[in-house]
């Protein structure tokens, strides 16, 4: 398509409601108005007024896409002027009803030829199957539906992880073949004069490493952590932990209380604006970023180290892309063992400063070939699927259209 765009983009968050996927709502939404497009984004009710990027319109639904959500959205994207083309953020959790939202999906799936062509963005498949508790199996089967009906709509299916698009295939067969668009990072930002230093001065150690971990600290993590930064302070007294994100300070306590003669090297910093992170990140010797099921392009906390050219320690693991082995651009535990964990990463602690700082360098040329926003913004505004390139056959080239969006009375509109 040549010329401007007009994007409607569905996601189930959006500042300043919390959460990594509104936040890479927001980043993508304001790099393709930036690009020269036109954005509308409709999301759920949120308390407070959303961020104000130029050539970017939040419309807040009257509901989480509920009955009255899906109608008022039905009628402002048949109106005219259309968009040109939709773009789902999916993640079945964040379109409400405890991640069984099927009427969404169906919604999508039904109004598929109706509706501009849409490209939906997979974060996230569906719930795992499990052994214990078996209601569980109910949100998997679920999840399952709503990911087949999404896929089976969409002009262009794009996927957090490659893994996600053999799950789909399996599910839907039919739907387009997925792509792969890893998520760049969030935080992409420059702090005042002095800020690095002033970090490092508060929370380091004199002649020893500060050690960094940014996250949310949720259950899957924590353990981790818990398991493995305790034997890693213990190796040298001169270390230090900062950790940073959403429930840093409650963890740090909790672990401070079960190691208290460590107590004194972790640091727990919560809440803090873009500028002020990256200040924080760039002042770690090392960010330390293990998971459960491995490094991958959907963790927004490793790019987040990763775009700001950190040397970084992390793990493979069954979702972990060949890139991470490939380019040696982190240094690399073989899975989420704690015992390897900390051998790695102690390792990669007292390896020498010319080796830490080629590490960086690594990080940054394969963030910036690979993981940066303009690659996503690149993707999502290259060639149309089939489905569009059909209906710009039926459409005169040209439009006469006023640029915008139309109104519709159900959504609340908050302009930029």
């Known amino acids: 398509m040549s010329g401007p765009v007009r994007w409607a983009v569905l996601t189930g968050e959006y500042p300043p409601q919390p959460g990594g996927v509104g936040d890479y709502a927001r980043?993508?939404?304001?790099?393709?108005?930036?690009?020269?497009?036109?954005?509308?984004?409709?999301?759920?009710?949120?308390?407070?007024?959303?961020?104000?990027?130029?050539?970017?319109?939040?419309?807040?639904?009257?509901?989480?896409?509920?009955?009255?959500?899906?109608?008022?959205l039905d009628r402002a994207l048949r109106a005219a002027p259309r968009a040109d083309r939709l773009l789902v953020?999916?993640?079945p959790h964040a379109f409400g009803r405890k991640a069984m939202n099927l009427p969404f999906a169906a919604w999508l799936a039904a109004s598929a030829r109706r509706l501009p062509p849409a490209s939906v963005m997979f974060h996230e498949v569906a719930f795992p199957w499990v052994r214990r508790p078996r209601r569980h199996n109910l949100v998997a089967a679920a999840t399952r539906v709503m990911a087949?009906?999404?896929?089976?709509?969409?002009?262009?299916?794009?996927?957090?992880?490659?893994?996600?698009?053999?799950?789909?295939?399996?599910?839907?067969?039919?739907?387009?073949?997925?792509?792969?668009l890893p998520v760049p990072s969030t935080v992409r930002a420059e702090p005042p004069a002095g800020a690095v230093e002033r970090v490092?001065?508060?929370?380091?150690?004199?002649?020893?490493?500060?050690?960094?971990?940014?996250?949310?600290?949720?259950?899957?993590?924590?353990?981790?952590?818990?398991?493995?930064?305790?034997?890693?302070?213990?190796?040298?007294?001169?270390?230090?932990?900062?950790?940073?994100?959403?429930g840093a300070e409650g963890f740090a306590a909790d672990l401070g209380r079960?190691?208290?003669?460590?107590?004194?090297?972790?640091?727990?910093?919560?809440g803090l604006p873009p500028d002020e992170l990256v200040a924080h990140l760039r002042a770690c010797d090392w960010l330390y970023q293990?998971?459960?099921?491995?490094?991958?392009?959907?963790?927004?906390?490793?790019?987040?180290?990763?775009?700001?050219?950190?040397?970084?320690?992390?793990?493979?693991?069954?979702?972990?892309?060949?890139?991470?082995?490939?380019?040696?651009?982190v240094a690399l535990a073989p899975s989420a063992d704690p015992a390897g964990l900390a051998a790695a990463a102690d390792a990669a602690f007292r390896s020498p400063p010319a080796a830490?700082?080629?590490?960086?360098?690594?990080?940054?040329?394969?963030?910036?070939?690979?993981?940066?926003?303009?690659?996503?913004?690149?993707?999502?505004?290259?060639?149309?699927?089939?489905?569009e390139r059909y209906r710009e056959r039926e459409t005169a080239a040209g439009s006469a259209d006023a640029p915008g969006f139309p109104h519709d009375p159900g959504v609340e509109a908050a302009s930029d």
């Open 27 to 72: 980043l993508v939404a304001a790099r393709l108005a930036a690009a020269g497009d036109r954005v509308a984004v409709y999301a759920p009710p949120a308390a407070g007024p959303p961020p104000a990027d130029p050539g970017v319109e939040v419309r807040r639904l009257p509901d989480h896409f509920g009955p009255r959500g899906l109608a008022a």
């Open 89 to 91: 953020q999916y993640v």
């Open 148 to 180: 087949r009906l999404a896929a089976a709509a969409a002009d262009r299916v794009f996927v957090s992880i490659p893994a996600w698009g053999g799950l789909l295939r399996r599910l839907a067969p039919a739907a387009p073949p997925a792509e792969w």
């Open 200 to 246: 490092r001065e508060r929370y380091g150690r004199a002649g020893g490493l500060l050690v960094g971990h940014f996250g949310t600290y949720g259950g899957l993590i924590t353990p981790l952590l818990g398991a493995t930064l305790p034997a890693l302070l213990a190796a040298d007294p001169g270390r230090a932990v900062l950790l940073l994100g959403r």
């Open 258 to 270: 079960r190691h208290p003669a460590l107590a004194a090297r972790v640091h727990g910093v919560g």
């Open 290 to 329: 293990p998971f459960p099921d491995g490094a991958s392009g959907r963790r927004t906390s490793l790019m987040a180290g990763l775009g700001e050219g950190r040397p970084i320690v992390t793990n493979a693991g069954p979702l972990s892309e060949p890139i991470w082995r490939d380019t040696r651009c």
């Open 356 to 387: 830490r700082d080629a590490l960086a360098g690594r990080a940054a040329a394969v963030y910036a070939a690979t993981f940066a926003v303009e690659r996503t913004v690149a993707a999502l505004r290259g060639p149309p699927g089939r489905r």
